[in-house]
């Protein structure tokens, strides 16, 4: 018996709840298996409601886009992927997400979050002002 802090159970109720089930997760399965935690689990108190979930739509990020069209170009796939020339579009996809995004947009659905939920004010409202 692992108890309520049995990790595997709670990820196996995290993936059952997004609707993937936990066998779909090789991870979890492994972690089973070598006795890391069980996959059966009990929820008790509320009943839990199942949700949607939508998964991210990664191809739609510009970075992650441009990135999958220069892949497709043989030699300059070499070039830009395979030599110390990758620096360069790593530079650009880093500022891109800590500079550009996160000022556009991170910092508002940060001060969000913060502002509307406890479990984050108390921890950051010291640091989003």
Do not use: C
Not at 5 to 29: H, M, Q, R
Not at 75 to 95: D, E, M
């Amino acid at each position: 018996m692992f108890g309520i802090y049995d990790l595997v159970a709670a990820d196996a109720f995290a993936a059952d709840f997004i609707g993937f089930g936990y066998k779909e997760v090789g991870y979890i399965v492994n972690a089973e298996k070598i006795g890391l935690g069980s996959t059966k689990y009990k929820i008790i108190g509320d009943k839990v409601k199942k949700i949607k979930f939508e998964p991210a739509k990664i191809e739609q990020h510009p970075i992650v886009y441009l990135e999958m069209k220069l892949r497709k170009i043989p030699g300059l796939k070499y070039l830009l992927f395979n030599t110390p020339l990758f620096k360069i579009p790593a530079w650009v996809a880093s500022k891109y997400n800590s500079v550009w995004y996160y000022n556009l947009k991170g910092k508002k659905y940060a001060r969000e979050l913060v502002k509307n939920f406890n479990l984050y004010k108390n921890e950051f409202q010291d640091i989003i002002k």
